[in-house]
């Protein structure tokens, strides 16, 4: 059974930053690319990052204007996101999964309902606000 499960998320100040990390078990982990989403209250989950199996390709969502970072350490089984210059508007439950095959390729394009991932976390509180 695969289980992924994210750190303690908590509360940042405005421009402070913050780094999650998600800890899989179940599946071999070099194996999966692994992403990170978001999901802000009454707002559908949104994608925000994604990292191959190998960790040589990453994808981030436009919006992010380069504040957060997506990394993996396939010793640990542990994908991690770093949030920099928070804003109030990242507060929300992040969640990370990891895509449905191995070996799956980093696409340049995520969709809902994200089909290409089959293994979720159960998504952890960040909270932004002074």
């Known amino acids: 059974q695969v289980q992924l499960v994210e750190s303690e998320g908590g509360l940042v100040q405005p421009g402070g930053s913050l780094k999650l990390s998600c800890v899989a078990s179940?599946?071999?982990?070099?194996?999966?690319?692994m992403g990170w989403f978001r999901q802000a209250p009454g707002k559908e989950r949104v994608f925000l990052a994604a990292?191959?199996?190998?960790?040589?390709?990453?994808h981030y969502a436009d919006s992010l204007n380069g504040r957060f970072a997506i990394s993996r350490d396939n010793t640990k089984n542990t994908v991690y996101l770093q949030m920099n210059n928070l804003e109030p508007e990242d507060t929300a439950v992040y969640s990370c999964?990891?895509?449905?095959?191995?070996?799956?390729?980093?696409?340049?394009?995520?969709?809902?309902?994200?089909?290409?991932?089959?293994?979720w976390g159960r998504g952890t509180q960040v909270t932004v606000s002074s």
């Open positions: 179940g599946l071999t982990f070099s194996r999966f690319s």
């Open positions: 999964a990891a895509h449905k095959y191995p070996f799956g390729a980093v696409r340049q394009l995520y969709r809902r309902p994200y089909p290409e991932f089959a293994h």
């Open positions: 990292i191959d199996w190998s960790g040589r390709a990453t």
